[in-house]
């Protein structure tokens, strides 16, 4: 497989920034993104790509598949266990996303009710933040549902 050594490493600190990953499952995942063709990687590819041994690769591989970031799957002449990006994952992050965003509107609007203020500084300024919450959050879900 190829890859672009200075892509890689900005997908590694970035992917290890944006989804809070270990060093390695940052490698792991940023790895698998140039796997274009999705034939996967095997274990020990990866043991032997990344100097890491058998528990570190074992761990992190397993960290990435219970966060339902990676798949994994065996070719039906192999015992080896290949794994591949998790083509929904995107989906499903911008879920969480819109989730959390819901949420935080969800409870902006319950302390805008609390607080009860005739401010109309205040009041206008609510308006604009909570217009960037619905305008996002459908956005998101419009461009998902072209996906």
Excluded: W
């Excluded at 200075?6 to 989804?19: L, N």
């Excluded at 034939?39 to 690769?57: L, R």
């Amino acid at each position: 497989m190829k890859i672009d050594k200075e892509i890689f490493r900005e997908m590694v600190k970035f992917y290890g920034e944006a989804f809070h990953l270990p060093p390695l499952a940052a490698k792991i995942y940023s790895y698998l993104i140039f796997d274009f063709d999705r034939e996967g990687v095997s274990f020990d590819e990866f043991v032997e790509i990344f100097c890491a041994s058998k528990s570190s690769v074992s761990s992190n591989l397993n960290l990435l598949l219970n966060l339902n970031i990676i798949n994994d799957f065996n070719k039906i002449d192999e015992r080896k266990r290949f794994f591949v990006i998790n083509e929904k994952h995107m989906r499903i992050r911008f879920e969480e996303i819109i989730e959390k965003m819901e949420r935080e509107l969800y409870i902006l609007h319950q302390l805008k009710d609390f607080r009860q203020t005739d401010d109309e500084e205040i009041l206008r300024k609510f308006g604009v933040y909570t217009s960037l919450f619905d305008k996002n959050i459908l956005h998101i879900k419009e461009t998902l549902d072209q996906l």
